[in-house]
């Protein structure tokens, strides 16, 4: 079956004064995958800036009912840090994917993005849950890898995800020629790691 699928790449605010609704639906628009839609940060959302009360719900407020109800998923690809464009994502979310890359500082910054999930459960998105753990630049030949899976399976037995995203020249080469690794290149070891993450999620989403 064709899913709908609402892809918000480089999450991003500026500042303005109209609904955030109209700007979502005037900035969607296909690319690529004729089921796939997605908004860029060049395509530029505005919402009021206020307190940051009000701006952690302006976005949640957004996708009821006219955005949410049209897709069977809606990916937030929040920037790498804890900041309020995270804050806002987090808010508007009803589970957390964790990509981690397989170093050492990721376990930090890992325990830190726990905390604000928790501390975002609390006070304003009490439905948020962490979806899973996802290990990317991953490299079984390292024990620095070995280790960090280890330590992370340990603390999230049932949060982590079987598929893992290799270190791969083609997943860092597609971007450049602006295009996803599936259609840059399928068979690419990242894409078919990606295609695994993809069916593993829908297997996940059917046991709930």
Known sequence: D?????????????????????????????????????????????????????ETQTLD?????????????IIIDCPPELGLLTLNGLCASDTVLIPLQCEFYSLEGL??????????????????????????????????????????KKHFPKKVYKTVIPRNVRLSEAPSFGKPVMYFDKSSKGAMSYEELGIEFLKNQKKK
């Open 2 to 54: 064709e899913l709908g699928l609402l892809v918000w790449i480089d999450f991003m605010f500026a500042c303005a004064s109209y609904e955030l609704d109209d700007a979502i639906e005037a900035n969607i628009r296909a690319e690529v995958v004729d089921n796939v839609r997605r908004i860029r940060h060049h395509a530029c959302l505005a919402l009021w800036c206020g307190n940051n009360e009000m």
């Open 61 to 73: 407020e957004a996708w009821e009912p006219s955005i949410k109800q049209k897709y069977d998923y």
């Open 111 to 152: 325990a830190q993005l726990v905390e604000t999930i928790r501390l975002v459960k609390q006070k304003y998105n009490p439905t948020i849950d962490v979806e899973g753990i996802l290990f990317t630049m991953y490299d079984g030949r390292l024990n620095l890898t070995n280790q960090v899976v280890n330590e992370v």
